[in-house]
């Protein structure tokens, strides 16, 4: 960790772009080092849903990971802090593997309900919108952020897909006890992992009204949006 600290040491602030990718522990040991390395101003990886509704024992590890960042942060008073919470990327609704939607076999997964929720946003988005509150003043210090591109139900998500597409989708329910049950025979499967996790439904999704940059009148890409621009 220390060889790291070295590494931020001077700048005075780290925004934190490298998910999950890395494995387990990469969150909390990147955010240590920049407390070592006494940073002024910190970005952390949160580019996510609100992990402090979440909490912990949501059957995601890496999400328990990112509620510990958070106490970790607020636990000191040296580093200022900003979270920016984006709910899930709007591409990953569209990842094969994930089992949503599927734009290629015309299927599409609810997960919970039909009347789900959850709130997406787009990378291109999640960058303009990072740039445009670490830029704000008054300096934002502190403080969780929401922003969105689009807050949906998975009915009102099947509803836009095909509407934009001109297709008719296979269409089904991931319940909350299948995926767990699931789980339990494939405890180490990170996509069911996902799965379950969104289809709790608690802390992945917040009203468009009472976000960022609805609030400062900036607009972003919707899930149509981005499926016009994608095919």
Known sequence: METLADQFRGFTTVINCMGFVAGPGTQLKITRAVLAAGVPRYFPWQFGVNYDVVGKGSGQPVWDEQYDVRTLLRAQRATEWVIVSTGMFTSFLFEPDFDVVNLSNRTLHALGSWDTQVTVTSPADIGRLTTAIYLHQPRIVNEVVFVAGETTSYRQLADTVERVTQQTFSKAVHTLPALLEQLRTNPDD?????????????????????TWNARHQLPTQDIAGWLQTAR
């Open 190 to 210: 990170a996509m069911l992992r996902y799965r379950a996790a969104f289809a709790r439904g608690d802390g992945v999704w917040w009203p468009m009204g009472d």
